[in-house]
């Protein structure tokens, strides 16, 4: 029930910060703006075939955070900018980095003429967000994260452009070619109107909308092969182990240009009666996509019996910490706890506490000269994210007090 209230208050989540970011150009190019981006195909790639509930929530958080960045006229608009910010950053690793080049140039576009607006949202962001950001940074090593992430074949995961328009839908995985098990497609309709918008905004010569176009293009170019080079000469890019990834801002970008289609038409009974045929056609082409492809009972012991743990070091090894194959012997006087070592471990001897260190196999090793029985260990933190837990919490109080204030 968790989870379902979770993806359904991301779905109503985005369609929200969608209609605020385009009501600009009328309610009803907003609204068709908002089920767009609700029914894309890779939306239910998310949700139902790969379940990736992080990169959907984080989604959904793509229109708020264009959103809020966009006037920081007042102290509680630069307030709210930095902790959706932090809160972006908090629903996902990797689409917050694939997104931050696109951000970048939306707050450039917008706030180039006074940057000291942006100090109050930076800020914020970095310390809310520290008890977060400071460990993704300096305790990553701790386990195999960016070793697995960089093991993975990206090459083999581009997306070919037939795929974009139309693949078979599948509750399969990706896979090198064009026969994967899973669809890539961004929308037929979608994409058309995203290109009906894309003439007007040429032809009108909207220098503002022109944002939207080219980065719907940059998106779908670094989802495909033809992005190769880049890939290969910029390194981190190996962490999104995913091309099509960027598939999550192609169909943020169209769902925008889409509703923009609907400017084209001025009278408002006429663009009542073709938003009308558009809703009808987006919610037969796309709704029938978001259905699970079986249903079954699950029980709780399923995923909590010895078994199944056994499996999820192999099953998500990115998890794994690196201590896992240590073959550690050199230390005397030594004990080992049938846990694997990890910096956060605190164990006390006789009360008192005492050095911890990877064994054999990476079992946590303990000094234990005395040969005592009276042992205790139990999960702390480290000093680092002791600290910046106490600066995101002070941070977060000041931030929500000031919004209050203001």
């Known amino acids: 029930v968790?989870?379902?209230?979770?993806?359904?208050?991301?779905?109503?989540?985005?369609?929200?910060?969608?209609?605020?970011?385009?009501?600009?150009?009328?309610?009803?190019?907003?609204?068709?703006?908002?089920?767009?981006?609700?029914?894309?195909?890779?939306?239910?790639?998310?949700?139902?075939?790969?379940?990736?509930?992080?990169?959907?929530?984080?989604?959904?958080?793509l229109p708020w955070v264009f959103y809020v960045w966009r006037d920081l006229g007042s102290m509680r608009r630069r307030l709210l900018a930095g902790l959706v910010t932090t809160l972006f950053l908090l629903s996902h690793n990797l689409i917050p980095l694939i997104t931050s080049p696109f951000l970048l140039v939306w707050i450039i576009m917008h706030h180039r003429l006074n940057f000291k607006l942006l100090m109050v949202p930076i800020v914020t962001t970095l310390?809310?967000?520290?008890?977060?950001?400071?460990?993704?940074?300096?305790?990553?090593?701790?386990?195999?994260?960016?070793?697995?992430?960089?093991?993975?074949?990206?090459?083999?995961?581009?997306?070919?452009?037939?795929?974009?328009?139309?693949?078979?839908?599948?509750?399969?995985?990706?896979?090198?070619?064009?026969?994967?098990?899973?669809?890539?497609?961004?929308?037929?309709?979608?994409?058309?109107?995203?290109?009906?918008?894309?003439?007007?905004?040429?032809?009108?010569?909207?220098?503002?909308?022109?944002?939207?176009?080219?980065?719907?293009?940059?998106?779908?170019?670094?989802?495909?092969?033809?992005?190769?080079?880049?890939?290969?000469?910029?390194?981190?890019?190996?962490?999104?182990?995913?091309p099509w990834r960027y598939l999550a801002l192609a169909g943020f970008f169209t769902s925008i240009l889409a509703g923009y289609s609907l400017t084209l038409i001025k009278p408002l009974p006429i663009q009542v009666l073709v938003f009308s045929f558009l809703l009808s056609a987006t919610l037969n082409l796309n709704l029938k996509l978001f259905t699970p492809q079986t249903t079954y009972p699950a029980k709780l012991e399923d995923f909590t019996a010895e078994p199944y743990l056994d499996t999820l070091p192999s099953i998500i090894p990115e998890y794994r910490p690196v201590w896992l194959d240590t073959q550690n012997t050199t230390f005397t006087d030594t004990e080992l706890l049938p846990y694997i070592y990890y910096p956060t471990w605190q164990v006390r001897?006789?009360?008192?506490?005492?050095?911890?260190?990877?064994?054999?196999?990476?079992?946590?090793?303990?000094?234990?000269?005395?040969?005592?029985?009276?042992?205790?260990?139990?999960?702390g933190h480290t000093l680092l994210e002791n600290i910046a837990t106490v600066l995101s919490l002070i941070s977060l109080i000041i931030a929500i007090k000031l919004y209050v204030k203001n």
Not at 370 to 376: K, Y
Request: charged share 15%; hydrophobic share 50%; no cysteine.
């Open 349 to 379: 001897v006789d009360g008192k506490r005492v050095a911890i260190y990877p064994g054999v196999g990476g079992q946590l090793a303990f000094s234990n000269p005395t040969h005592s029985s009276d042992v205790v260990a139990k999960q």
């Open 127 to 242: 310390l809310v967000s520290s008890f977060y950001l400071l460990p993704l940074l300096f305790e990553r090593h701790f386990v195999m994260a960016d070793t697995v992430a960089r093991t993975t074949a990206y090459a083999k995961h581009f997306v070919a452009p037939s795929q974009l328009w139309n693949s078979l839908w599948g509750y399969g995985g990706s896979g090198e070619g064009i026969e994967d098990g899973m669809s890539f497609k961004i929308g037929k309709l979608q994409l058309l109107l995203s290109a009906i918008a894309t003439l007007i905004i040429f032809i009108k010569k909207r220098r503002s909308e022109l944002f939207w176009v080219i980065s719907l293009v940059i998106s779908i170019f670094m989802a495909t092969s033809y992005s190769k080079f880049i890939w290969q000469s910029l390194p981190f890019l190996s962490l999104v182990q995913f």
């Open 2 to 61: 968790g989870v379902k209230a979770v993806l359904f208050i991301s779905s109503v989540l985005g369609m929200i910060g969608m209609y605020l970011l385009t009501r600009g150009w009328g309610r009803l190019p907003a609204i068709l703006s908002s089920l767009s981006f609700a029914l894309l195909p890779y939306a239910a790639v998310n949700i139902y075939v790969r379940g990736a509930y992080a990169e959907y929530l984080s989604m959904a958080l």
